[in-house]
Nanobody, 119 residues
Framework: QVQLVESGGGLVQPGGSLRLSCTAS????????MDWYRQAPGKQRELVAT???????NYADSVKGRFTISRDNAKNTVYLQMNSLKPEDTAVYYC?????????????WGQGTQVTVSS
């Protein structure tokens, strides 16, 4: 059984920064693709950033240049550094782990962490 636990959310003023962390239990972390999603009230969940086991990254256009995803396989942890935050970044942020293409396995989700950007 794999569990994902997010932390680091909170209230921040526009222009501020936060760093989210997601720590995984189990032995699958190093080979899994890790994603950060977010869901704002009344909106669909959207993919924010992705990092492969090899460290390749991809970002939603809305966060490019402001957010950085990284991972530390030794700590089973993925991070989302969020800079220049805007009110529209307010959402619950979720960590997701899934196997790469061609590898069988399950999809895992964390419980979510609230990020609120407001003055």
């Amino acid at each position: 059984q794999v569990q994902l636990v997010e932390s680091g959310g909170g209230l921040v003023q526009p222009g501020g920064s936060l760093r989210l962390s997601c720590t995984a239990s189990g032995s699958i972390f190093s080979i899994y693709v890790m994603d950060w999603y977010r869901q704002a009230p009344g909106k669909q969940r959207e993919l924010v950033a992705t990092i492969t086991s090899g460290g390749s990254t991809n970002y939603a256009d809305s966060v490019k240049g402001r957010f950085t995803i990284s991972r530390d396989n030794a700590k089973n942890t993925v991070y989302l550094q969020m800079n220049s935050l805007k009110p529209e970044d307010t959402a619950v942020y979720y960590c997701n782990a899934h196997p790469p293409v061609g590898v069988w396995g399950y999809d895992y989700w964390g419980q979510g962490t609230q990020v609120t950007v407001s003055s």
